[in-house]
């Protein structure tokens, strides 16, 4: 069965860096591309970027562009999720989540998601 | 501010059907882009309820339909149940942003 598991919690001071990992397991893990969305407490879902783990291609929102970096490990299927110059504001539940294809292919919609990672960025 | 505008909380008695508004602009939902809900419980991962617009996947009860019409989408709980509390979003994606987009997020209460 298709299952996305996240590394744990952490704890970040203001300025530092965080990598979340999301290891893919069940399926070609080439085939799919993987995205991530953070939540904030008791907010919505934002949209941060994706990442092809065939190539490594990857696109990001606006906000994040070079703040955040994902990368994959083919050997290992899993895909990380980097972000430096943490602030407060980046306190948040990070989600990794699979796409399916419909249309032929030519659509998408995020059917799997991994358990998410609490980031805490505190003083 | 999310781009994808719904009403913060809808509430229905059991049996009862309810419905979720998504209003998007001409940059999203009114391109043709097709709109995705997803319920997420307290403390859990988002889950597909509708995508494409109206289709369910499989394992999802009939009780949830989606529709579209405009810069608009729909998401109908009919025969509403207790395990339908929940907060449920709506997601697309806007050309101008370049961007992925979801809802600001409904809260249905069951009564």
């Known amino acids: 069965q298709v299952q996305l598991v996240q590394s744990g919690a952490e704890v970040k001071k203001p300025g530092a860096s965080v990598k979340v990992s999301c290891k893919a397991s069940?399926?070609?893990?080439?085939?799919?591309?993987v995205h991530w969305v953070r939540q904030a407490p008791g907010q919505g879902l934002e949209w941060m970027g994706t990442?092809?783990?065939?190539?490594?291609?990857?696109n990001y929102a606006q906000k994040f562009q070079g703040r955040v970096t994902l990368t994959r490990d083919t050997s290992t299927t899993t895909v990380y999720m980097e972000m430096r110059s943490l602030r407060s504001e980046d306190t948040a539940v990070y989600f990794c989540?699979?796409?399916?294809?419909?249309?032929?292919?030519?659509?998408?919609?995020?059917?799997?998601w991994g358990q998410g990672t609490l980031v805490t960025v505190s003083s | 501010q999310s781009v994808l505008t719904q009403s913060p909380s809808v509430s229905g008695a059991p049996g009862q059907r309810v419905t979720i508004s998504c209003t998007g602009t001409?940059?999203?939902?009114?391109?043709?882009?097709?709109v995705h809900w997803y319920q997420q419980l307290p403390g859990t991962a988002p889950k597909v309820v509708i995508y494409?617009?109206?289709y369910r996947p499989s394992g999802v009860p009939d009780r949830f339909s989606g529709s579209k019409s405009g810069t608009s989408a729909f998401l109908a709980i009919t025969g509403l149940q207790a395990e339908d509390e929940a907060d449920y979003y709506c997601?697309?994606?806007?050309?101008?942003?370049?961007?992925?987009?979801f809802g600001s997020g409904t809260k249905v209460t069951v009564l």
């Open positions: 989540a699979r796409v399916d294809y419909y249309d032929s292919g030519s659509s998408f919609y995020f059917d799997y």
């Open positions: 069940g399926y070609t893990f080439t085939s799919y591309y």
């Open positions: 990442i092809n783990p065939s190539g490594g291609a990857t």
């Open positions: 001409s940059a999203n939902i009114g391109a043709g882009y097709d």
């Open positions: 494409g617009n109206t």
């Open positions: 997601q697309s994606y806007d050309s101008s942003l370049s961007a992925y987009v």
